[in-house]
């Protein structure tokens, strides 16, 4: 089978790599001469998503945290990541993607740009030639998916990411939830060996270096060493992600973490899945297709939460109310894949330590209710 990806970032070479394992014939599109540029990801991970990755993905750890810290509602709360948080430098982890994906047969066409693509599996590029099956990775502005009429074209959050030179009194990774300098999404800040990396996301691109500046001062970072920057998608996938031989992924059909805009983990489920149905024999275009339907499906069930959690305010009041009840060991630990669990869970535990947390978390947060509900009945 003859598989023609185009777009060499995360999303691109992933599905590279997992199709190389089941006898593909791929061959790489990409208009850049170099993968991992410009970086605009803050590169945190999963235990699950090194699994999924493999030897780049290790090779490519610089740290490691047991956990992470919400702060919202004027409350802190600690939480326990189960198998540990990773921060993957992620230029270098694409570059050894695609140098893991050369040593297994990849042909990579590198510094050209893919002018159209078609449902019947041709790819033009100078060239013209025919695939039996197209994976568009071409990100969020790209063309090729936008002229198929197929992927993902809500606005974005914009998002940034800034390297701080003053490591003191920050550890670990931080989230801040906080509508005073993130409105409508959130900042973060990860503490490193030697710097800080700090960053947040906002609806309205104009407000960026207005609410950078806000976070700045309220935490006291200093000494800016760099700073990058993209687009966060945070959903829901389009409806639509295959076309005749076509497949979109990535950020250019809204395969992302809702709650935080993170695609690495659902393309690396999507790609992971597409190639078990592979080796089942079934037909890579339905492999693929179905996929994504299921990755899809699972993000749709989560955005749901994550605008209930975002948009009502309802996590700042959760993590005020599981601070005050000292409810922050009873979460135990949670599923770094799925952030939109964790407000569910502390919602559950809660209402189980007592009435009193039971009753406010139910009127103080009403959108929440069916979500308290299917994380707490058996």
Known sequence: MRVAVIGGGFSGLIFSLKLLEVGADVTLFEEHDIVGYPPHCTGLVSRRVLGFIGAPAFKSITSKFDGVVLYGGGSRVALTVRGGVFKLERVRLERLMLEEALSKGLKAVMGVAVKRVSPRGVVEYG????????????????????????????????????????????????????????????????????????????????????????????????????????????????????LGRVHVVGDAGGLNKPLTGGGLYPNSLAATLATRMVKEGIDVNEALARSLNMVAGMLRKQYRIARAVLESGALERTLKMVAEEKLGEAVGEVDYDHHEQVASLALRKAVWKTLKVGVKTVIGNPRLLPYIASATLP
């Open 127 to 242: 060239d013209s030639r025919v695939f039996d099956s197209i994976i568009l990775a071409d990100g969020y502005y790209g063309s090729l998916h936008r002229s198929l009429g197929i992927g993902y074209t809500n606005p974005p959050v914009y998002g940034v990411n800034v390297e701080y030179s003053s490591p003191e009194g920050f550890k670990g990774v931080t989230i801040i939830f906080d509508n005073s300098i993130a409105r409508g999404f959130f900042s973060w800040i990860v503490g490193l060996e030697d710097r800080v990396l700090a960053g947040l996301g906002v609806r309205n691109p104009r407000l960026i270096a207005r609410d950078l500046r806000t976070l700045e001062r309220r935490v006291g970072l200093k000494g800016r060493i760099s700073a990058y920057g993209g687009p966060i998608i945070t959903g829901p996938p389009s409806e639509t992600l295959s």
